[in-house]
C-alpha cells in the first residue's frame, strides 16, 4: 500500500488504531475491546489490578 502523502499516513495509523481500541476483542482482556476494558467500573480490593489502556495523538511522528 502506498501513501500519498505524510498526512495520508497519519489519517491511515489514526484510523487503524481506532479501529483496534474500538473494534478488536482480545481474550487476554476478558474478551473486551481495550476501550470497554478500561471503561469498566474499578475492581474491589483484594483482586488483581488492572494497567490502563491509552489512546493518544500527537502530531510529531
Do not use: W
Not at 482480545?26 to 475491546?33: A, D, I, R, S, V
Not at 467500573?41 to 500527537?58: E, M
Request: net charge positive.
Amino acid at each position: 500500500m502506498k501513501f500519498t502523502s505524510l498526512e495520508n499516513l497519519k489519517e491511515k495509523i489514526m484510523k487503524f488504531i481506532e479501529f483496534y481500541y474500538n473494534r478488536i476483542y482480545q481474550k487476554k482482556l476478558g474478551c473486551l475491546t481495550p476501550i470497554k476494558y478500561q471503561n469498566q467500573p474499578p475492581i474491589s480490593a483484594g483482586t488483581l489490578i488492572r494497567l490502563p489502556v491509552y489512546l493518544t495523538y500527537t502530531d510529531s511522528f
